[in-house]
């Protein structure tokens, strides 16, 4: 088993930024690709990022690409996302997810473990 917890969600204005960290505890987490999706209301949840086991690999939906930016330490056990240049449309519960046979996953039901999400909204 996986534990995931995410934090740092919050309000934010149109244009400002976010940082959004999830501490994982029980296996190894270096042996877990990690993901971050998020669900806005009425809406599927989506693929925003992913990062692979030692972090040399990371894969971004286009809506976030160059804007967004995933990153681990496997030493701390945690995975985060920042977020710059933050959009209305960007306002979702944000997860954060890991995978354990590939990395880059962007169907989120090839995911093993989830968090139980973090609030993000921003302000027009």
Known sequence: QVQLV????????????????CAA???????YAMG????APGKEREFVAAISWGGGG???ADSVKGRFTISRDN???TVSL??????PE???????????SRWGARNW???DYWGQGTQVTVSS
């Open 75 to 77: 030493a701390k056990n």
């Open 25 to 31: 505890s029980g296996r190894t987490f270096s042996n």
């Open 6 to 21: 995410e934090s740092g969600g919050g309000l934010v204005q149109a244009g400002g930024s976010l940082r959004l960290s």
């Open 109 to 111: 039901n090839e995911y």
């Open 36 to 39: 971050w999706f998020r669900q």
């Open 82 to 87: 920042q977020m710059n240049s933050l959009k």
């Open 90 to 100: 960007d306002t979702a519960v944000y997860y954060c997810a890991a995978e354990s």
């Open 58 to 60: 990371t894969s971004y």
